[in-house]
């Protein structure tokens, strides 16, 4: 998956905001995302994380600021071509289709790629038959690196739960991602499927080259293949650096275990 490097980061959102009416959910943002890095943005519930991943995906139209991809804008821009200008994501809430197959799932993922139009399908031209055996072919082979070999024609929805993240990765995926943005990717799974995704997301970087965005609240899923971190409260950053740094900011601790535990990091630490 090639990239096209027209500025020093990936991705650049620059004093993001964003408001619901009186609420501003994501406020004054700025981020800096580095070409093959995994950047995890993480905070407690409510910090405005997935808010922040919809207004890059262009679900959610900024109130203020800019966000650029390879140093381009876009901003207003529908969130299909966004899906063509190289960021794809995964859901906090699994979104397969339950009632197709593996296969199907991921070849509809591949769809914003594909030329054929409606008349083409109609017709079934040779040209179209082609692109459909290429998607094909591509399906497979992710749903082989994704460890899925051997459940391609099994409804998604008959899968267990940490094979249906696994097949939602691997629809994002099949778009061609040079940004992928994964929305708490081990939620609800138990420790060894917490170290076999994590793993796996470590894997994205090294074998196909792409930039991983990550939201996640297992922290120690975060600490480990984070090259970065972006902390937010309240739609705020708090703070940010690498996870050394982030791990030991009073701030940090004070967000998600209060203030005393906050008091206590100080004292120890003087």
């Known amino acids: 998956m090639a990239k096209k490097r027209n500025a020093d980061y990936i991705l650049e959102t ?3 905001t964003k408001q619901f009416g009186g609420l501003v959910a994501v406020k004054d943002l700025s981020i800096q995302v580095p070409y ?7 905070g407690p519930n409510g910090a405005g994380k997935t808010t922040f991943f919809n207004c890059i995906t262009g679900f959610y139209k900024v109130t203020e600021g800019d966000i650029l991809l390879d140093g381009e804008s876009i901003v207003g821009l529908r969130p299909d071509i966004i899906v063509k200008k190289g960021i794809s994501r995964t859901y906090q809430n699994i979104r397969l289709f339950q ?4 296969l199907e799932n991921v070849m509809v993922g591949h769809h ?43 409804l998604a929805t ?10 939602e990765i691997a629809r994002a995926l099949a778009s061609e991602p040079k940004l992928l943005l994964l929305d708490e990717p081990t939620a609800g799974m138990n420790p060894s499927e917490t170290e076999e995704m994590t793993n796996f997301i470590d894997n ?16 120690r899923v975060v600490m480990t293949i984070s090259d970065y971190i972006t902390v937010l409260d ?19 601790i004070e967000a998600y275990l209060g203030r005393g535990a906050a008091t206590q990091h100080k004292a120890k630490a003087a």
């Open 14 to 16: 620059i004093h993001v």
């Open 36 to 42: 093959q890095s995994i950047y995890s943005v993480i």
């Open 99 to 102: 009632n197709l197959t593996a």
């Open 112 to 154: 914003p790629r594909m030329h054929a139009g409606w008349l083409g399908a109609v017709l079934n031209t040779p040209a179209t038959r082609h692109e459909e055996a290429e998607t094909r072919k591509l399906a497979m082979e992710l749903l082989e690196f994704v460890g899925l070999k051997g459940y391609e024609q099994e």
């Open 158 to 167: 008959n899968l267990p739960y940490g094979q249906q993240r696994r097949l």
């Open 204 to 219: 994205l970087r090294k074998e196909l080259g792409i930039t991983v965005l990550l939201i996640e609240h297992d922290m």
């Open 234 to 252: 309240y739609g705020e950053k708090i703070a940010e650096g690498k996870p050394e740094d982030v791990r030991a900011n009073p701030r940090v």
